[in-house]
């Protein structure tokens, strides 16, 4: 089945055979970032952040941008994804200086270009903020977005530790990303509860939420979220990897759904969490018994809140 996913992070789907190896090429040690099996080595999601940031100082250049989107984006159409909506943070990316971030993401196209025209598969950017990073850096990362807003860098968001600062310390980034006329969503209810998705919504104004599977401690919330009509990023396989919950079972996805909230269904960190689309469809079929009528209808809803021009999603049809 054709897959439509809202939700990656560029650098958190670098597998780590080709982190490594960029490493050896460059002479960089990567202390603490693989296991003994040659996995990433973190452990709970602080150690995560640690481990994504650490395996970062093997993407140096514009080049080892081109490398990954070119790798990340054929992995993804091997699992039958043809659009794939992608965190890009030039935070990793030239440090949040404009000229060279420009050069990252001239980078970064030219690959997806490429995975277009041999491999099927459309990308489109959401340019993001780290949240612990601080709100002076998101301003700095908004500028950015701003600055290279069109039809293809097409949304603003934030992503890092939510339990650190408040919703309302980034209001002026979003503000900012919105006037140039980007499309907003941001990590919430991952590892804050329901208080954190309401002051997301209320002050930073987006029209999807990162993850939001903990809306279901608060029925009033699921009921809004469905009336409203803002639409989930559920990753489950990330949230059972990281321990947000037990096992796929607990997992609040088809609740959500039956309670006529927009669910879709991404990836997020693939290689971090040992998952693919095709496996998080898997277990949603295994687990909840959904069949193809629901996954289309999941595509459709994912389709639908896409940040794309309405040309490129009739294509996708
Ligand atoms: N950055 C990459 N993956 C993330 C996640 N699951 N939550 C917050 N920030 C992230
Ligand atoms: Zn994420």
Redesign the pocket.
């Known amino acids: 089945m054709n897959k439509v996913e809202l939700?990656l992070?560029l650098e958190g789907a670098a597998p780590p055979a080709f982190i490594r190896s960029l490493a050896q090429e460059k002479d960089i040690r990567l202390d603490g970032v693989f296991d003994e099996q040659g996995h990433y080595a973190h452990t709970d999601f602080t150690h995560f952040l640690k481990v994504y940031e650490a395996a970062t100082a093997a993407l140096k250049t514009p080049e080892d941008y081109h490398r990954l989107t070119l790798a990340v984006l054929r992995e993804s159409a091997a699992h039958g994804v043809i659009y794939s909506e992608t965190f890009l943070s030039p935070d990793f990316c030239g440090g949040r200086d404009i000229a060279a971030w420009r050069e990252y993401l001239h980078a970064i196209r030219e690959a997806a270009d490429q995975a277009e025209r041999e491999d099927g598969i459309i990308l489109r950017g959401i340019v993001t903020c780290i949240r612990h990073f601080g709100p002076e850096k998101a301003r700095e990362t908004a500028l950015c977005a701003a600055e290279t807003a069109g039809d293809w860098v097409v949304g603003f968001g934030i992503?890092g530790a939510e339990t650190i600062g408040q919703p309302k310390d980034f209001a002026y980034s979003f503000d900012m990303a919105r006037e140039a006329g980007l499309r907003l969503t941001a990590?919430a209810g991952e590892w804050a509860g329901p208080q954190g998705i309401r002051d997301t919504i209320k002050d930073l104004k987006v029209e999807r939420i990162?993850h939001g599977v903990r809306a279901i401690e608060d029925p009033a919330l699921v009921e809004e979220l469905a009336e409203s009509g803002i639409v989930l990023e559920v990753?489950p396989g990330s949230n059972v990897s990281l321990g947000v919950y037990p096992d796929w079972a607990s997992h609040p996805i088809a609740r959500l759904y039956d309670k006529g909230v927009k669910v879709t269904v991404s990836t997020?960190d693939p290689p971090f969490f040992h998952t693919t689309m095709t496996h998080e469809f898997d277990m949603l079929a295994e687990t909840f018994g959904w069949d193809d009528a629901v996954f289309s209808d999941l595509n459709r809803t994912a389709l639908d809140a896409a940040f794309c021009t309405d040309d490129v999603r009739t294509s996708l049809l």
């Open positions: 939700h992070h992503a990590h990162g990753c997020d």
